[in-house]
């Protein structure tokens, strides 16, 4: 039972991973190749949505890597051969 609810944990971790990432990457991408009268519009009444969105998909990431970090320390330290 306590083996299910782990796996769906790293599950959605994963997956919260990797959703954040892709918006880190779009933001960033979005926000290196506008124009610069484009990088400080609003969306969704949002100032600077853009940037907001990129920090704080970002600090979603970070968060859930240190998560994923800690529930797969020890295949972590089978590859790295740190028994």
Known sequence: MIMGVVY???RTVALIILFSGLVVLATGIMMTIAPANLKNMSLFGVP???????KYAAFVLAGASVIHVYLNWSSIKRYLDLS
């Open 48 to 54: 600077r949505f853009g940037r907001e969105l990129h």
């Open 8 to 10: 769906e944990i790293r």
